[in-house]
């Protein structure tokens, strides 16, 4: 008896293909850049009181291109009354969530990964970009590269379909590249390792 292995094919690179939205052909660094400062469009369903399926909104999220927060619950629940969740801070509590989705400048010369004034994360006290936080953080490349460097120099370079787990390490991130990375977040807040309470 013999097996045969089939693989799909591999997906083609998000970073040099185009693609299609109502007609209209955009390539991710349009959809990244530009769309991230007008604003994007975000649809929220849900239950209403009548146990049906309804659209509970239809807005635009905007604000600070480096992290716009699409969803956010410090207890996510279905909901039942009718109305999105509200998004209450940037840092999730444990059990709470938060979807971002972001991109960076490219680094300039001599720039290192410094803080800008207005900086939307107020518990980054490390003037070089270092941070730590109590969360878990799924980050989903969509299209560019982006550099995450940890202690001691360690690097390493997340393209277009690369998922990353960040198991809250002191990190911060570098663009080496001339493009813009369009980036998907999903934030868990969770417990610091040394806390015991929990147990």
């Known amino acids: 008896m013999h097996y045969a292995i089939i693989l799909p094919p591999a997906p083609p690179s998000l970073t040099h293909s185009v693609m299609t939205i109502h007609g209209h052909s955009l390539s991710p660094d349009f959809i990244s850049k530009r769309n991230l400062e007008t604003g994007l469009r975000r649809v929220t369903t849900g239950v209403d009181a009548l146990g049906?399926?309804?659209?509970?909104?239809?807005?635009?999220?905007?604000?600070?291109?480096?992290?716009l927060l699409v969803f956010g619950a410090d207890a996510p629940t279905v909901a039942?009354?009718?109305?999105?969740?509200r998004i209450e801070g940037w840092w999730p509590p444990p059990g709470?969530?938060?979807?971002?989705?972001?991109?960076?400048?490219?680094?300039?010369?001599?720039?290192?990964?410094r803080r800008a004034?207005?900086?939307?994360?107020?518990?980054?006290?490390?003037?070089?970009?270092?941070?730590?936080?109590?969360?878990?953080?799924?980050?989903i490349m969509i299209s560019g590269r982006i550099w995450l460097e940890l202690d001691d120099g360690v690097e390493v370079a997340l393209g277009a379909g690369d998922v990353l787990?960040?198991?809250?390490?002191?990190?911060?991130?570098?663009?080496?590249s001339d493009e813009w990375p369009l980036m998907a977040c999903v934030i868990f807040g969770a417990h610091p390792a040394s806390d015991t309470s929990r147990l």
């Not at 039942?80 to 969740?85: L, N, R």
């Not at 969530?97 to 720039?111: H, K, M, N």
Request: glycine share 16%.
């Open 117 to 139: 004034p207005g900086d939307p994360w107020p518990d980054i006290d490390d003037v070089t970009g270092f941070h730590a936080s109590n969360s878990v953080d799924i980050l």
């Open 52 to 67: 049906r399926s309804v659209i509970l909104g239809d807005d635009i999220v905007a604000g600070d291109i480096r992290g």
């Open 96 to 113: 709470g969530v938060r979807v971002a989705i972001g991109t960076r400048a490219p680094d300039q010369p001599g720039e290192g990964s």
């Open 165 to 176: 787990v960040q198991n809250g390490a002191r990190h911060r991130w570098r663009n080496r």
């Open 80 to 85: 039942g009354d009718g109305a999105a969740p």
